[in-house]
């Protein structure tokens, strides 16, 4: 995740449209299941990777073919030419740096949205790129490795709770973006969590170990701003049906999406003012402690510097030292440094340093 | 208050449209009350949450269900199959942590507003969430718990002052948004005098303290920008007449809301801004006073040091010293070392030190 | 000035349009004059505030209604009335916490200005409130209190030099908002005077006080900006021509207005640049110094302190101390203590501490 | 050029259009000179300044009127009711305190544009004002005092040079503007120069200088971008041909000047950007200054104290101290003292502060 | 590359159009190259600079002129001649510091880009200037010198692969932009390698370099912005078909073009945001350090200070000092310095100063 970007030079030079995998191989087998559904009938069936062609013709209302593992070139190669895709959308699935973005093409519309997994160990979240292919009667949807996200989606459609089973492939691509959505605020929510667990610590302990955690933080929050923030595009073009493919009836739900992806923005952005705001109070703590210490030195040095001066004075070894003879002379010396050390707390004491 | 975000969590993976609480219990009992008003009639009833259907037929002119408390999921469903609200309007209510918006429907719109209540003791203050549905001839307002914010409003209806009985639905939406949004000047006003106050007090006695109430300060500005701005565009939409539900006649009166609204958000800005230059004067007087602190240590030990060098050297015990047997050795040391301090404080004076 | 709010609390609660004086009361008594005139005509007279009514009707080409005080609410509730003005604009008019604004009504124009009055002495500028209605053939301005400012366009009138008196009830709009605008000028002229001197200062001889004025100049710049930004907006809608009410002809003196306050804008905005770069300036001037002052305590404490063991050194009691016999070696500490001294002079010259 | 404003205090008061001279008066004499040619034919002669009506009638195909020095207000009254320019046109003729703009009237268009002149002794730039009136077939353009960037354009109209001689009016204005727009790139050649000497010397030797020479910089790129910025508008509406005045071959030139005012502002903004990054630089580069200081102060007294210490000790006069009398407690003495000082610095060695 | 600006100063005062080489001579010999294809022909020939004219007429499918070497202004100036290229253009491609742009002209359309070369010794970039004339059915490229980077794109011509050979010229710009973008990518992937190398070393090891190593990333980001950020618009001129040189089917590998262009921006800004947050940790790390080293001096100081004075004080020399004469004062001195020192020990250890 702390990388900003992906190898991508090794695709210099080919020419457009090549199908390379950029990004850690995942998943060691590629799955593709097949989901169909009307509202009364539902079928589950887990498709041969070398009998693709098998999956046409699509017939009953909506299919959902999930592939699971996208290194396997050929393997999205064929479904490319199963489904009549352009070479660029293969070229893009396959490219797992890709910014959140939508493209209408005649048929099809393609849809790339970043899912942002939390590690609550390494308190680090990862991305995963999940490309969807929103078709007439059936969707496409492309993860990076095997996941369980969608399973309650799953099981909805398994036993036709909600609406899924009822309405068309853009209610489920709306189910399945939903998801993803979702667990944008599961990560907002752990982060803001931990930002308040620093955040008090901050004004409780401050640590140089701190400005370090504030910059992961600041890492994360422009992670989470570069995966969502062209998702707000995304929802304004599906919500606009522009395309066919939307129905009328989900472009309310979309609406709501829309909604909550504003949310999503917004938070961050309020997280990453209160970062900066806590970058400030640190910067002063640390200006602050720094002025605690010479204080408390000041007052040491300011007292007892010249009282070291005064016994220096008496230990000079002059032959000539009429006071080193004076019978009351070292009481009044001390007399003289009580005094001069009382002085210098009073002064102290009136500009405030304790 | 000072949490970011309320969780949301328990929501992953339920369908869309799933009816779940979001926020605390505020309040024990759900109480629904009817006002119902023409220019000349007025009744008011408390309405039982077990027959809700009773509500409908609306016959007379104007009809405001006010329902305080949201959190009995059940009594909220219901009101929604009563009125054929949508789904996701009811699951908005549920959830407090929505930001403000306004959505048309076919038949009614639905409005959310952040109602700021502020409390003296802890300078803090707290958002609640006013949802509002506003049909043809009624409005339903959902209060998170029991409020007195409205009781003004509400005497002028039974009382037929202003022009509230004479007025529409439409008309009374505004004077409840009007109550909220004059809510927001009061916020703001004690929090600019007590941005005041401690302006005075960075200025006449900068302490470390200073830090963290800005601090403070900036992240109430946060919320309270997160509350108002997108109120700017709820109340463009309201102005523009986008349904037929809002009349002409108040229009202008939305346009009046819609100033004040941007006179919140300008105030809003200018004391962020008058907060950071308070930080940088803050910051500044830290570095003066540890300016003033080293200024003292270095008078001090600059003078000093050298005089306690003299006296250490006339304490060395060499035989063969002969400054030690001179007769008027002991007031010649003197002499230096009262000129040596002289020559160090005209310097200090010169750099202007003190 | 210095509150960044107007006590509106007092209104919480009461009915939209209610109209109660916000701000304080400036004079002591309401004046009304009313000019009219033709090309060839000019009648001026005091009119008495018990009966506005015999104000109309308005027959000759155009009138100008000065009103000085607003503090008298039954006053600007009769003028409201002979005149037809809606109730929400004489709320605004007695508000004097407003923004400035346009809004179009049926018969007549409604604008609220911000005049800025700067005091020499305190180097502060006051605010007042100018709110306009310009009509089809006549005008009524609303001052705060009793004000010199307008002078000039009366005795223009009074005399029939200019254009004033051979056109409408717009241009002398026009000429008044001049006014107004023009006054940001000076204003304007005099803080950038005191900052430039404020500028010397701070490069000859910065001061813990300089933060403090600067942080005075940058709230005038922002209460300055508050009152200008919203201008630009009220520019515009009159050169649009929104209303029948503004002529062609005068159009062209409103885009010169327009170019006024986008240039006083412009002129705001590098002054607040400067007075950031005159912040860094500063920081950066308190920590030159501070090093200044580190640096000279290091060298003294570097070379005094290591000269100070030796002498210790020597100064010790034991009786077995073969140096201490030695006849040359009183001399020979010396020279050594001279060598130390003149090797740390000479490696903070190379260090280029002096 | 250092103030931001120009005394404009004498102007308020006075009715709209009143001519009066704002600025320095920076030429002695005025001087009008007129240029006329068609592809074939050129003249040029000195305009008596008391028979401005001489100029009429303009027969053949260009003239160009340049007038060297605007502080005589009665030639500038003369000219304007010669050529019937509107007052507020003449205004601002006057008033050299005007942002670049562009105003379209009826039979010609009013341009205004800043003339940046660099001054190298003093590193220093100033501004003029260049105002332009844009006629069917004549140019008036309006200089503060007698220049000489124009003359390569008149030498080329003098020789036939170039297509000036084929084309009209608007291509002169082009030309003209070309030289003022060639001439900020000069500038900002000398000034970014300048900066990169200035960053150079930052990073081998920072000094408190430095920051007063970022300082102007600063300042200077303001007022480079007040004087660019609104070019770009002003380019912008000569592209579109809002006017006849502008020919469609000439639009393609506009176009290209239009690239470079562009281009001359994101040098512009970039050179800013540097400048702010190496504030950054010269106040870390002050805090490592003040660290090194630091780190030799700590390590001598560190070092010493102790030392000091221990010979103290051994000089205390009590009569009965055993160690005074061992025959090898002076060697153990210095033994001890080596060590200590040994031990502390390969703890600094370790700390890695030397 | 460091250099803001390229020497212009060179060209002011010419007539607009007047041809001039601006940049460095970066190669020895002008060579021009024609590659000329349809979907089943290819033929390569060296073109004789001397007989430009030969090039007409351009017969087959699709043609690239593609020019290494610019300095020689007579033979662009010719090849202008031939194709009928507005003077301006050639200017343009003459002059390599122009910022990245399109313009439409009736028979072609001229583009121009920046190519950046990453030298990775150094750890610096250069900047080419790319031009290209697409014309109905041919391509101009101009490069500052010998180049390699088009080479794969010559192969897939030479040897058929891939679509270019079945395309029109159009497609052609397409794949040399592609290049030219594609290299963007190398560049940013080598510079966020180095920028987290920079990151591990800030937060292991942070030195005085950190900062002028920061400062280098940050004006390369600069620059790098600068040449992608005109280019998108570019690109979506492209896009949007503007002129009919671009065909339907070419668009929509344009889009994707359009799409790398804006996830290079965001992957500048990010890093921008890092190099940001960078700074700030360095900042507060030489702060942290600071403190560290004056809380050592301010403990040894503390610790000893004291304890100097109490041996300082039974050094002196009074005769009359009776403690001097007590048998066991001398271990009693030790006990009260050894609790002195454990005293001030602990009263650190509470304040968490190690």
């Given at each position: 995740?702390?990388?900003?970007?992906k190898?991508?030079?090794v695709?210099t030079?080919?020419?457009p449209?090549s199908?390379?995998?950029?990004?850690?191989?995942?998943n060691k087998?590629?799955?593709?299941?097949l989901?169909?559904?009307?509202?009364?009938?539902f079928e589950?069936?887990?498709?041969?990777?070398?009998?693709?062609s098998?999956l046409?013709p699509?017939?009953?209302k909506?299919?959902?073919?999930?592939?699971?593992?996208?290194?396997?070139?050929?393997i999205?190669?064929?479904l490319?030419e199963?489904?009549?895709?352009h070479?660029?959308?293969?070229?893009?699935?396959?490219n797992?740096?890709?910014r959140?973005?939508?493209?209408?093409?005649e048929?099809?519309t393609?849809?790339?949205?970043?899912?942002?997994?939390?590690y609550?160990?390494e308190?680090?979240?990862?991305?995963?790129?999940e490309?969807f292919?929103?078709?007439?009667?059936?969707?496409?949807s492309?993860?990076?490795?095997?996941?369980?996200i969608?399973?309650?989606?799953k099981?909805?459609i398994r036993?036709?709770?909600?609406?899924?089973?009822?309405?068309g492939?853009?209610?489920l691509?709306?189910?399945?973006?939903?998801v993803?959505?979702?667990n944008?605020?599961?990560v907002?929510?752990?982060?803001?969590?931990?930002?308040?667990?620093?955040?008090?610590?901050?004004?409780?302990?401050?640590?140089?170990?701190?400005?370090k955690?504030?910059?992961?933080?600041?890492?994360?929050?422009l992670?989470?701003h570069k995966?969502?923030?062209?998702?707000r595009?995304?929802m304004?073009?599906?919500?606009?049906?522009?395309?066919t493919l939307?129905?009328?009836?989900?472009?309310?739900y979309i609406r709501?999406?829309?909604?909550?992806?504003?949310?999503?923005?917004?938070?961050?952005e309020?997280?990453?003012?209160?970062?900066?705001?806590?970058?400030d109070m640190?910067?002063?703590?640390?200006?602050n402690r720094?002025?605690?210490v010479?204080k408390?030195l000041?007052?040491?040095?300011?007292?007892?510097i010249?009282?070291?001066?005064?016994?220096?004075l008496?230990?000079m070894?002059?032959?000539?030292?009429?006071?080193?003879?004076?019978?009351?002379?070292?009481?009044?010396?001390?007399?003289?440094?009580?005094?001069?050390?009382?002085?210098?707390?009073?002064?102290?004491k009136?500009?405030?340093?304790?």
């Amino acid at each position: 995740m702390n990388k900003t970007m992906k190898k991508k030079s090794v695709k210099t030079g080919l020419p457009p449209g090549s199908l390379i995998h950029i990004g850690e191989k995942k998943n060691k087998d590629v799955q593709i299941r097949l989901f169909s559904y009307t509202e009364d009938n539902f079928e589950e069936k887990l498709i041969d990777i070398n009998k693709l062609s098998q999956l046409l013709p699509l017939k009953s209302k909506v299919h959902w073919i999930e592939v699971e593992g996208i290194h396997d070139v050929d393997i999205i190669k064929n479904l490319g030419e199963v489904f009549g895709l352009h070479p660029l959308v293969l070229e893009d699935i396959l490219n797992t740096d890709h910014r959140p973005k939508i493209e209408n093409y005649e048929n099809y519309t393609y849809i790339v949205a970043k899912l942002l997994l939390y590690y609550k160990k390494e308190s680090e979240f990862s991305t995963e790129q999940e490309s969807f292919i929103l078709g007439e009667n059936y969707i496409i949807s492309f993860s990076e490795r095997k996941t369980e996200i969608y399973s309650n989606v799953k099981e909805r459609i398994r036993q036709g709770v909600g609406h899924t089973r009822k309405m068309g492939a853009d209610y489920l691509l709306y189910s399945l973006l939903d998801v993803i959505v979702d667990n944008y605020f599961n990560v907002l929510e752990r982060l803001s969590e931990e930002i308040e667990l620093a955040e008090d610590e901050l004004i409780s302990n401050p640590s140089p170990e701190t400005i370090k955690v504030l910059h992961k933080f600041k890492r994360q929050m422009l992670y989470m701003h570069k995966a969502v923030w062209p998702l707000r595009e995304v929802m304004g073009v599906l919500e606009r049906n522009e395309t066919t493919l939307m129905k009328e009836a989900t472009s309310i739900y979309i609406r709501d999406l829309y909604d909550h992806v504003i949310q999503i923005m917004e938070t961050v952005e309020t997280l990453r003012d209160i970062l900066s705001s806590m970058l400030d109070m640190y910067l002063s703590s640390i200006s602050n402690r720094m002025n605690e210490v010479m204080k408390i030195l000041t007052m040491i040095a300011t007292i007892f510097i010249p009282l070291t001066f005064i016994v220096g004075l008496y230990g000079m070894n002059f032959r000539y030292m009429p006071e080193l003879n004076w019978p009351f002379m070292y009481p009044v010396v001390w007399v003289i440094m009580i005094s001069i050390a009382v002085l210098m707390l009073s002064f102290f004491k009136k500009k405030k340093w304790w």
